[in-house]
């Protein structure tokens, strides 16, 4: 079955030759990390080996592979498809714990499609607006893909309305005419066949409808923690890649400071590695998902929150739920990091350090801090006083 599976995907990404490969690379940043998709030269064949090795595929669930046959309405891409699923047969995986691509992703996809390219077009109003002039000439897709790897695009409201401005009506109608952060439905496409699958604990409250279904779906009227297995499997995945996407170790480093000691971090290279070590202490199970909650919360990336969303759609709106795994000093600590500018960040530096020690970020000056413990929760209050001294007031509110 791996030979039959392995013939399947090389003729996949022969469907998505020279230019068309662009739109594997956008569609697939739900998933690969940008740093890779960056590659220009990755080969479609690669591209879905690494859907493979995350396990976002597997010889008996492509569903993934599915949903961009339909979208991007390539003939050669669906049939090949359909052969598989007929190939596999009753191997098929049907169960709906599968990975698909998110609505985010789906509409703006159609709305690059809309886009114009032509002089004065939208792709014109983009290098202007966003000031990528440097870049010398590009295609929409090439300044939509650079708009993503450098967070200037994102699935926020406020992100995503400076952009559709920018756009023409069609596109950005399409774009913002609707919620883009809505859960998709499972088996939307025509190819997909799958289910809900996450259920969280508790009474069932009202309904949520989607764009793109028939049907309603219950959603908790109270917040459960527990999971199943599968579900907190791919919950795990899903949290990992959008954190790795993003860079942000450093500061799940600071986050995680009282659960995984100092010595198990230098061993934790990846999101997963935390998320495993959180498991390994029973600090996060499929029986009690809580800290993911806080997780998101403490860290400000509510675009995980839609993430998961889109994939398990019973998961709940994380900023009415009080945060209950992290103790207060840390939860100032996480404000005081998403808080502090750059200039602080400097004048922090200079006083502790000789050298200064350059710091990139605002979670690397933590960590190192912290780690010499000059930060810690016993002596706060004269860290506090510092800022002072050093005319931060406002950074140092975040513990008050």
Same mark, same amino acid.
């Given at each position: 079955m791996e030979s039959t599976f392995r013939?399947?995907?090389?003729?996949?990404?022969?469907?998505?030759?020279?230019?068309?490969?662009?739109?594997?690379?956008?569609?697939?940043? $739900?998933?690969?990390?940008?740093?890779?998709?960056?590659?220009?030269?990755?080969?479609?064949?690669?591209?879905?080996?690494?859907?493979?090795?995350?396990?976002?595929?597997?010889?008996?669930?492509?569903?993934?592979?599915?949903?961009?046959a339909v979208?991007?309405?390539?003939?050669?891409?669906?049939?090949?498809?359909?052969?598989?699923?007929?190939?596999?047969?009753?191997?098929?995986?049907?169960?709906?714990?599968s990975m698909y691509l998110s609505l985010y992703r789906k509409n703006l996809y159609k709305a690059i499609i809309a886009m114009t390219e032509e002089n004065g077009g939208d792709v014109e109003n983009l290098v202007g607006f966003y000031g990528l002039r440097h870049l010398g000439h590009q295609n929409k897709w090439d300044v939509v893909f650079h708009l993503e790897k450098e967070v200037e695009l994102k699935d926020e409201q406020k992100s995503l309305t400076s952009f559709a401005n920018q756009l023409n009506k069609t596109a950005k109608s399409i774009l913002i005419g609707q919620e883009v952060s809505r859960p998709i439905t499972r088996g939307a496409t025509p190819m997909s066949t799958a289910t809900d699958g996450l259920q969280f604990a508790g009474p069932i409250g009202g309904v949520v409808t989607d764009s793109t279904s028939t049907t309603s779906r219950p959603t908790p009227a109270t917040t459960g923690t527990e999971v199943n297995e599968d579900d907190f499997k791919l919950l795990k995945m899903i949290v990992s890649a959008y954190y790795d $996407?993003?860079?942000?170790?450093?500061?799940?480093?600071?986050?995680?400071?009282?659960?995984?000691?100092?010595?198990?971090?230098?061993?934790?290279?990846?999101?997963?590695?935390?998320?495993?070590?959180?498991?390994?202490?029973?600090?996060?199970?499929? $029986?009690?998902?809580?800290?993911?909650? $806080?997780?998101?919360?403490?860290?400000?990336?509510?675009?995980?929150?839609?993430?998961?969303?889109?994939q398990l759609p019973s998961f709940p709106k994380v900023k009415k739920i009080p945060i209950s795994t992290f103790t207060p000093y840390r939860q100032n600590i996480m404000k005081f990091g998403r808080g502090i500018g750059e200039q602080d960040v400097t004048k922090i530096d200079g006083y502790y350090n000789t050298p200064v020690k350059r710091y990139e970020s605002s979670w690397k000056m933590i960590y190192d801090?912290?780690?010499?413990?000059?930060?810690?929760?016993?002596?706060?209050?004269?860290?506090?006083?510092?800022?002072?001294?050093?005319?931060?007031?406002?950074?140092?509110?975040?513990f008050e």
């Open positions: 013939d399947f995907r090389q003729e996949f990404s022969n469907a998505y030759p020279g230019d068309k490969r662009r739109h594997l690379r956008f569609l697939l940043q $739900d998933y690969i990390p940008i740093g890779v998709l960056a590659r220009t030269n990755i080969s479609g064949m690669e591209l879905f080996n690494e859907l493979q090795n995350k396990g976002v595929i597997a010889y008996n669930n492509v569903n993934v592979m599915s949903e961009i979208l991007t309405e390539n003939a050669q891409a669906k049939a090949s498809v359909q052969n598989y699923k007929t190939e596999v047969g009753a191997q098929y995986d049907r169960s709906g714990t $996407d993003r860079n942000c170790l450093i500061m799940l480093r600071v986050l995680f400071g009282d659960h995984v000691q100092t010595q198990q971090q230098q061993t934790i290279n990846t999101t997963i590695d935390f998320l495993n070590a959180l498991a390994e202490t029973d600090d996060l199970s499929s $029986d009690d998902i809580s800290i993911i909650f $806080d997780t998101i919360n403490l860290t400000g990336q509510y675009g995980l929150q839609r993430e998961i969303q889109a801090l912290e780690f010499r413990n000059i930060i810690k929760e016993k002596n706060i209050k004269e860290f506090i006083a510092l800022l002072k001294k050093l005319k931060l007031p406002s950074t140092a509110e975040s």
